[in-house]
């Protein structure tokens, strides 16, 4: 049964940093295998906030361009991060993780395997 588990959520002060991490269990993601994360606001559709396929490389909302950065490890490949610094109050969501899209741009959202997610708070 594959599973992703989100960690790392949590509340603080505008400007603060956390790092959200991703595992997945029960498959093997290839190095290629696109992981990414979306987060969902109250009363706010769901929107991609950022996705990799391996390497150094990574896409972007524009809403956190410059502020978030996602990362694989490269020994566990079942794994992702999102180390976001200078959060805002406008970044209070539930964030989820993604693996493996089955067609179109990443932000549309159509992943094979979704985590249960993990609350962020960022107070002002």
């Known amino acids: 049964q594959v599973r992703l588990v989100e960690s790392g959520g949590g509340s603080v002060q505008a400007g603060g940093s956390l790092r959200l991490s991703c595992v997945g269990s029960?498959?093997?993601?290839?190095?290629?295998?696109?992981m990414a994360w979306f987060r969902q606001a109250p009363g706010k559709e769901r929107e991609g906030v950022a996705a990799t396929t391996g390497g150094s490389f990574g896409y972007y909302a524009d809403s956190v361009k410059g502020r978030f950065t996602i990362s694989r490890d490269n020994a566990k490949k079942n794994t992702v991060y999102l180390q976001m610094n200078s959060l805002k109050p406008e970044d209070t969501a539930m964030y989820y993780c993604?693996?493996?899209?089955?067609?179109?741009?990443?932000?549309?959202?159509?992943?094979?395997?979704w985590g249960q997610g993990t609350q962020v708070t960022v107070s002002s």
């Open positions: 029960g498959v093997t993601y290839s190095s290629t295998s696109t």
């Open positions: 993604a693996a493996v899209n089955m067609g179109g741009a990443w932000s549309r959202g159509n992943f094979r395997d």
